[in-house]
């Protein structure tokens, strides 16, 4: 759903891995989205 609306807002972005969505904000920085569950990344336990 967020990429959808992403490509509506024509918000350029690039999708890495399947559960990472990078953007850049208004200044130039670059964000990720991760659609991991809580408590993991990449498919490890971080905590």
Do not use: C, N, T, W
Not at 5 to 15: D, N, R, T
Not at 21 to 46: N, S, T
């Amino acid at each position: 759903r967020l990429r959808g609306k992403l490509e509506m807002a024509g918000v350029p972005h690039q999708i890495e891995s399947g559960a990472s969505i990078y953007f850049k904000d208004p200044d130039g920085a670059r964000l990720e989205l991760l659609a991991d569950h809580l408590g993991e990344m990449y498919g490890a336990r971080v905590l």
